[in-house]
C-alpha cells in the first residue's frame, strides 16, 4: 500500500506535541493506549499500513502522553522493510488492543509492559526483580495478561529498537569472519580455529537441526544507517538536525563545531552535500574501560560511539543522541588492530556517503536522501595513536609537530621530555634571544606545521598494514625511528584526507595529567613528583639550570631548593585551603575527601575534580604559600585552562589565549626541571589551534563519553558475558529512549529535592522550601513584614527587568517627564529610580478609572506590587538551584549563601557625567536573612 493512500499527514499533524525527555525515564500511562485506532484495520495483509482516521485521533485528548505520534513514528521503520518486520510491529499493536484484565480502564497489555520495562531500566532492577514484580502482580490479579519474564516482554518490544549484529573475529585481531570470510572455519592470518571447540560431537544441536558452535571472539555492530533514520522520525528531533544552519545565532563568536575552520572548509570542499543541512555530520569516540566494578579483575572493553553534530551544543553530548556503533570484545585492548573491528561500520560510512539512505524526515513531511560524513575523533592520547596510526611515545610523541618534534632523553628519569616551546613565540619576543635561562641557544625556529590528510595519504601510499597480535609490527632501528604504525583505516572514506581536524587532542585528559604534575610536584608526593633525585642529576648531564644541580658537601650529594619548595606547615596551609572550600551543592563532588592535611597529600581524586581545582581552588592555594612569582605563573596556567573551556569563545581572544600559554610554560621551564616536562604539558600549545578548528572543547571532550562508559557497567548483569549483557541493555534503553521522547514531561514521578514546578501564569509560582535533611518543608510559617525600602528595591527591580513591552512603554514615558533640559543625567536617573513606583501604579489606576484603554490584569497586578507580608525560610529550592542564609550556611559543608545578580545599570563617572553608560552589571552579595 502506497504511503499517501494510507497515511493522512495533515490529519496526523494534530496530534499532540512531541516532548523530548532527558532525564529520568519513569512515566506514567494512563487510559488506554492509542493502539486502539488500529481496531478497524489490524486484520488487514501483513505488512500493509493501516489507515489513521482524524475523528479517531481527536478522540485520544484524553492520553497522558503523545502515544499517536510514538507509533506513527514507528510505523514509518516498516514502509519499506521486510514483510517479517511488519508482521511483528502488527502484532504488538494487536496485543495492544487486549485489557490487562477484564474490566480495566487504564492500562492495556501494551501500555503496562512498556510501563514496566521503564521503571525495570531507570531504576536498574535485575530481571529477577522484573519476574518477581510480574509474578506478583499476576497472583494479585489472577486475569491479568503479563509476560512471565523479562526476555518475554524485551522480545516483544525490541519491534519498536533496532537490532544488533554479531560478526565473529579472531581472538588475535587478525580478521573478522564477515563477507567473503563468513564461511572461514580459522583465521587465515595465524590459522587460529574460529570455534572454541572443533569437536562437533560436544556440540549443541538445534531443533531445525543445525548446530550450534561457540565463537572464540565476538564483535557486536549496530548498524547506524536504521539509527541515523531514526532521528528523523521523531518530530522535536528531526526538527533539531538542521539546526547548524537555520536554528543558531551567527554572531561570530564559537558556539559549535559549525563555527570552527574545519566545518567551513568541508562545506567549501564539497558544496553538494552541505546544501541538505539534514545531511549528518559524525565524530567517533572510543575508550576502554573495565565493565566490572572491580579493578582487580583485568578486562577492558571498548566501545566505539558515535557523536552527533548536527544538534545544537546542548544536546550533543546528552546521552540518548550517543550512538553506539561497535562493541569490541575483551578482554584486552584492540591497540593498533582496532581497524580490522572497524570495517563493518566504515563500510557503512561509505555507502551513507556515495549512494545516500532514502530517510523520511517527520518535522518537514518528506522524503530526502540522506547522507553522513564522519568530521573527527575524540579520544584520550594512547587511543589517538591506536585511531590515527601515529606512535604517541617516544621522540615523536607530538603528532601535529610530527617529524619536527623537538624532544630528549633524560638518561636518569628515563623518560622524553619536551621543552622547547619558545618555538612557539612571537618572532620578536625577548625569551627567544634568552640563552642564559634555558638551554644556552637562541631560538631562531618557527613553529612546527601539522601534516594535512593529504599528505599523510601520500606518504603512507604504499605502507604494509599488518594486523594481528602474532604478527611482527613494523618499527625501524634506533637510528630511523618510524612513528607510523599502520595508515588508518578511516583513509578508506573518500573525504577524510580532507578534512581539517581529523583527531582531537582530549582537552579532559590534558589537564588532568598536567594537574597531577603541578600538584605532585609542589607537594613533592612520592611518586608524582617531577622533581626527584634522578630529575636533579639530568641537570648535571645538560648543563643546565645550575642553582639546581646536586652538590658534593662533605662527600654527600646534597640537593638546593627549588623556587617552589614548600615548608611542611606550608603544605599543610596549602591542604587546608582545598580541604575547607565550601562549594554550591551539585557544582562538584566532595573534594575535601581526597585531601590529608596532616599527610600533605591529595590524592583519589577523578578528572572532573582535576578540572575544579585547576580552574578556581588551585590559584587560591598557591598565591597564599608559593612565591610570587611562581604563584603568578601557575595562576596564569591555571587561567588558560579555565578560558579554553568557555562554552561561547571569542575568537579575538584565542590569540591572547595561545599567547599566554606559550608564555606561560616558557617560564615555568625556567623554575621547573625538564622531568616536569612531559608530553602532557606539551600538548596545551596546540589547543588553541584545534579550538579555531572544531569550536569549544566541550563538544570535543571525553567527559561526556566518560559519564556514558560508566552508565554501561550498570547494564552488566551476567559478568561472564559481560559484552552481551551490555549489548541488550543498550538495544533495550534504544527503545525506551524511543518511546520517552514522546511522553510528557510532567508525568515524571521521580522526586528530586532540587526540582521546582513551574506554573503557567504571567507571575509563575516557582520554588519551594526545605527544611531538615533535604526534605520539603511542610511547616506554616508566620507571616514577616518587610520594610518599605525592601518593598521598593523588590518591586523595582521586577518592573526594570521584567521584559515586559507595556511596562517598558511607561518606563519610557516616565524618562521623558523626569528629564529636563537643565537637569543633569544624574539627577534625573535618581529621581527615575526614585520615583518611578509610585507613578506607574497612580498612571494605571487613573486609566482604568478613564477607561481609555484596556489595561491587562497582569499589569495592574504589577503597578501594585508585591505584598508587604512575606514569609521566611532558612533552604529555598529555585530553578534547580539551592539557596541558604549565612545562617543556616555555617552548619553545612557546602556554601549556598552567596548570589549574583545581572542587571541593567546606568554607570556614572561622576555626578556631572552627561554620558552614561548603560548595560549589564554584576552584583555580588550573600543571603543574610
Known sequence: MDMEESVNLKDISHAPPKNTVTTSLQRKFTKNTVTDIFTKNLGCLVGEIPTLDADELSNQDDLDDDLVGLLHDARDAFREGPNDEAKKFFQLLEGGQEELYPGCKTHSKLSFMIRLLIIKCDHKLTNGAYADIADLVRKAFPDAKLPKSFNEANSALKVLGLNYTKIDACPNDCMLYWEEHANSTSCHVCDTPRWKSNDTENDTPLENGKVHRIPKNILRYFPIKRRLQRLFMCQETASNMPWHTSGRENDHHLHHPVDGKAWKEFDSLYPKFSEDPRNVRLGLATDGFSPFNSMSIAHSTWPVILINYNLPPWMIMKPEFLMIALLIPGPSSPGNDIDIYLQPLIKDLKELWEFGLETYDSSSNQRFDMRAALMTTVSDFPAYAMLSGWSTKGYFACPDCHYDTDSERLDFSKKNCYRATRRFLDPAHPCRYNKRNFDGVIEERSEPIPLKGADVEYMLRDFPNEFGKKQKKTRGDEDDPVPWRKISILFQLPYWKHCSNRHNLDVMHIEKNVFDNVLGTLLDIPGKTRDHESARRDLVKMNIMPELQPKLVDGREVFPRSHFWMSLEQKRK????????????????????????????????????????????????????????????????????????????????????????????????????????????????????????????????????????????????????????????????????????????????????????????????????????????????????????????????????????????????????????????????????????????????????????????????????????????????????????????????????????????????????????????????????
Open 574 to 929: 596549602f591542604c587546608r585551603v582545598i580541604k575547607n572550600a565550601k562549594l554550591p551543592q551539585g557544582y562538584a563532588s566532595n573534594i575535601s575527601r581526597c585531601v590529608q592535611v596532616e599527610d600533605r597529600k591529595i590524592t583519589g581524586y577523578k578528572s572532573h575534580d582535576a578540572h575544579f581545582m585547576m580552574n578556581y581552588l588551585l590559584p587560591i592555594a598557591v598565591k597564599t604559600t608559593l612565591r610570587k612569582d611562581v604563584a603568578t605563573l601557575l595562576i596564569r596556567l591555571c587561567g588558560f585552562f579555565k578560558g579554553i573551556w568557555s562554552k561561547t569563545i571569542d575568537p579575538q581572544h584565542l590569540d591572547r589565549l595561545h599567547s599566554e600559554i606559550v608564555e606561560a610554560l616558557c617560564m615555568l621551564e625556567r623554575i621547573f626541571p625538564p622531568a616536569f616536562f612531559d608530553i602532557m604539558v606539551h600538548l596545551p600549545v596546540h589547543l588553541v589551534k584545534q579550538i579555531k578548528l572544531g569550536g569549544p572543547v566541550s563538544s570535543n571532550c571525553m567527559y561526556g563519553i566518560e559519564r556514558y562508559l560508566h552508565e554501561l557497567k550498570f547494564d552488566v548483569r551476567n559478568k561472564g558475558r559481560s559484552e552481551g549483557s551490555m549489548a541488550e541493555g543498550y538495544q533495550a534503553k534504544e527503545c525506551i529512549a524511543f518511546i520517552a521522547r514522546h511522553l510528557k514531561r510532567s508525568n515524571i514521578s521521580t522526586h528530586d529535592v532540587n526540582e521546582c514546578t513551574v506554573s503557567q501564569s504571567f507571575l509563575p509560582k516557582i520554588g519551594r522550601p526545605i527544611e531538615g535533611k533535604g526534605r520539603t518543608s511542610k511547616k506554616k510559617h508566620c507571616g514577616h513584614m518587610i520594610d518599605r525600602m525592601t518593598w521598593a528595591q523588590a518591586h523595582r527591580y521586577v518592573l526594570f527587568n521584567c521584559d515586559c513591552e507595556d511596562v517598558e512603554r511607561y518606563i519610557n514615558e516616565h524618562k521623558m517627564c523626569v528629564s529636563s533640559k537643565r537637569k543633569r543625567k544624574w539627577n534625573s536617573a535618581q529621581d527615575h529610580n526614585k520615583d518611578f513606583i509610585d507613578w506607574f501604579r497612580e498612571k494605571v489606576e487613573l486609566e482604568v478609572e478613564e477607561g481609555q484603554e484596556i489595561i491587562s490584569d497582569h499589569l495592574i497586578w504589577l503597578s501594585k506590587g508585591p505584598s508587604y507580608v512575606a514569609k521566611k525560610h532558612t533552604c529555598y529550592s529555585f530553578n534547580g538551584y539551592r539557596f541558604h542564609t549565612m545562617k543556616r550556611d555555617a552548619k553545612c559543608v557546602t556554601q549556598n549563601s552567596g548570589v549574583t545578580l545581572t542587571a541593567i545599570t546606568h554607570s556614572f563617572a561622576s555626578s556631572k557625567d552627561q554620558n552614561p553608560v548603560v548595560g549589564d552589571v554584576n552584583y555580588y552579595g550573600s543571603i543574610q536573612d
